[in-house]
């Protein structure tokens, strides 16, 4: 006789639902509230930030649109900067370590009606920071590095925005129920 569930099988099925239960969400997977349904995000120029946030959008089943008044929500990258300092120098006074810096400013707003707006998130300024060694005889190898550091920290803070969206449409149902909560123990 054989049987269908094989010791093998009968532990990597427990070993899943261990996942499940747990609450495990592989990286990138977000839970959009119906308000980023569809989205336009008004950004000043295309940018890797602005790509990465459409992918992401477009990954968790939202609708990123050109058109604003098409969108129930608009997520606005009001600044992006990045910067580099000097942290510490050799003997001769050379550059040895540098601080790469990259700020995003960001606001969320949610369509009420096709002329008005609720924000949601009001204008939050993300900074994210890295260092790295710099080598006068590897120039190239160091400038790539620079630019992919660059590249990661616009990944994270494409994450970081989606996390802060999450987080605040939480707050703000968890609100809204302990608001029904409250008037219905009054009753």
Partial sequence: MRYFFTPVKLICLLLLLQLTACGFQL?????LPAALSTVYIDARSSTP???????????????????????TSTIKIEKEETAQ???????????REYELSYKVTFSVSVAIDSEHQK??????????IRDYVYDSEAVLGKSREKNIL?????RDASRLIMLQI?????KQATAAAVKIN????KN
């Fill in 27 to 31: 990286r990138g997977a977000f839970e």
């Fill in 49 to 71: 930030l602005l790509q990465d946030l459409k992918l992401i959008l477009k990954t968790n089943g939202a609708s990123v649109v050109d058109d604003a008044t098409a969108a």
């Fill in 85 to 95: 300092r000097v942290i510490s120098v050799d003997s001769s006074g050379r550059a």
């Fill in 119 to 128: 924000v949601m998130i009001d204008s939050r300024k993300l900074e994210l």
């Fill in 150 to 154: 660059l590249r990661d920290m616009q």
């Fill in 166 to 170: 999450q987080a605040a449409y939480r």
């Fill in 182 to 185: 409250n008037s219905e123990t």
